[in-house]
């Protein structure tokens, strides 16, 4: 474990379902990120959370919608996703901003 | 779009140096040299970062050229758990708010 805890690890949903992703650290950090990595593509950064604000949003389609309740607890919610979203979705934290990030096992999702 | 160059791919020996090359010519007096890996299918994990100076952790070494405009990581025994993708990137210490991952090296260690 690396200090940022990502559940579930594998998910399989239906293009009409909706469901979460969570990622949760305890190291202290202040920010939080969500990153997408395809299938032998390079990470892709969608969200930057810094104090709990979204500070960052790379044109993502509204169907990936983040939620950061508090500083320890980032959530990407998923509704009506397509096949090519399938990927591996890595969550990440920082105590300041691009400094040291600490990612996450990620979550393996498959949009079927 | 990632301000680094790296060879796609490189082999090892086990046991021996892994000396990974990156260039940044391009590299701003504020911006410091990140490397991270990532292991098959698992998130990506911070190695060093440094500014001017060499540098060494329980890790890696960093050595920067003098005029900055790239680097080296050594990894001084390699062994088979090091096979992994690795990532140099160059970003401003606390000035960005993201950290931009190129397509990064594929290093294999091999018996």
């Known amino acids: 474990e690396t200090g940022v805890t990502q559940t579930p690890r594998h998910l399989v949903m239906g293009m009409t379902n909706k469901k979460s992703l969570k990622c949760e650290q305890h190291?202290?950090?202040?920010?939080m990120y969500w990153y997408k990595q395809s299938a032998k593509k390079p990470l892709e950064l969608m969200f930057v959370?810094?104090?709990?604000?979204?500070?960052e949003n790379n044109s993502v389609p509204s169907r990936f919608s983040p939620e950061c309740p508090n500083s320890s607890h980032l959530f990407l919610h998923l509704h009506t996703l397509q096949p090519e979203d399938s990927a591996l979705y890595l969550c990440?934290?920082?105590?300041?901003?691009?400094?040291?990030?600490?990612f996450g096992s990620g979550t393996r999702l498959t949009v079927v | 779009d990632a301000k680094t160059t790296q060879p796609p791919s490189m082999d090892c020996a086990e046991g021996r140096a892994a000396n990974l090359p990156c260039n940044h010519s391009?590299?701003?007096?504020?911006?410091?040299v990140y490397w991270y890996r990532q292991i098959h299918s698992q998130g990506p994990q911070y190695i060093i970062h440094?500014?001017?100076n060499n540098e060494t952790n329980e890790m890696a070494s960093l050595i920067i050229t003098e005029d900055r405009k790239s680097s080296t990581l050594i990894l001084p025994h390699a062994t088979l758990r090091d096979t992994a993708v690795y990532y140099c990137?160059?970003?401003?210490?606390?000035?960005?708010?993201?950290?931009?991952f190129g397509k990064g090296m594929k290093l294999t260690v091999n018996p």
């Open positions: 440094g500014l001017k």
């Open positions: 190291l202290g950090h202040n920010a």
């Open positions: 959370y810094s104090l709990e604000e979204r500070v």
């Open positions: 990440a934290s920082s105590q300041e901003l691009a400094y040291g990030y600490t």
């Open positions: 391009t590299i701003s007096g504020n911006e410091y």
């Open positions: 990137i160059v970003d401003e210490r606390g000035g960005s708010e993201k950290l931009v």
